[in-house]
Structures are given as structure tokens and as C-alpha cells.
């Protein structure tokens, strides 16, 4: 069992920042990679970010530049969020793609975080 929990999202005004943090738990063999997507209203789900064990990272174009994705040794992963306009409004997702034995992988989701941008 592997479990992705997801904090720090809230309501912040347009040019704000928010720090959202997503920890993964439970039988972690290793972690290849780890992202960050967002569902906004009667939109398809979209990739905003993903960062490898490696360090290797790669954004969206919308949040290029104001968006920061890291991880840490305790396999949990944050997306620092700065300059927030309205269209950032969303539910956040973390995701990892996770080994739970040598041979064994699969991707994970949390159950998000919402975000909302507005005055």
C-alpha cells in the first residue's frame, strides 16, 4: 500500500504565494519521479510539473518561472507557487510513480488540494 497526502493548499490573492507539499508513505521500494497536476472547473486535469529523483525538473508552460518543484529524502515532494493569478484556480493533484519492489512500479495519486486565486 502506498499513500500520497497532499497539504498547504487555500485561498490567496492574485500575486500571492502558496507552498504545497505532498508526502508518500507506506511500501516504497524507490521513487522514480514525482508531479504535480491541476484540475480546474469543467476542465481536463493538466501536468503543471515533475521532478526525478535525479533532480531533473520540467514545467508547464503557464507556470514556468513563477512555479518551483523539489523533493527532499523523505520522499515528499512541494511546488512553491508565486505570482498566482486567477487562472491558477484549481484542485492540485500529487502523483509519483513509485517501485513497491525492485520489479514492481506503478503510479499513485493523491486526493488533492484545492487552490484558489482570487481578490
Known amino acids: 500500500q502506498v499513500e500520497l497526502v497532499e497539504s498547504g493548499g487555500g485561498l490567496v490573492q492574485p500575486g500571492g504565494s502558496l507552498r504545497l507539499s505532498c508526502a508518500a508513505s507506506?511500501?516504497?521500494?524507490?521513487?522514480?519521479?514525482m508531479e504535480w497536476y491541476r484540475q480546474a472547473v469543467g476542465k481536463e486535469r493538466e501536468f503543471v510539473a515533475v521532478?526525478?529523483?535525479?533532480?531533473?525538473t520540467h514545467y508547464a508552460d503557464s507556470v514556468k518561472g513563477r512555479f518551483t518543484i523539489n523533493m527532499d529524502a523523505t520522499n515528499t515532494v512541494s511546488l512553491q507557487m508565486n505570482n498566482l493569478t486567477p487562472e491558477d484556480t484549481a484542485h492540485y493533484y500529487c502523483?509519483?510513480?513509485?517501485?513497491?519492489?525492485?520489479?514492481?512500479?506503478?503510479?499513485?495519486w493523491g486526493q488533492g488540494t484545492q487552490v484558489t486565486v482570487s481578490s
Open positions: 502523483r509519483a510513480y513509485i517501485f513497491t519492489t525492485a520489479r514492481s512500479a506503478d503510479g499513485y
Open positions: 507506506g511500501s516504497i521500494f524507490s521513487i522514480k519521479h
Open positions: 521532478i526525478t529523483t535525479d533532480g531533473i
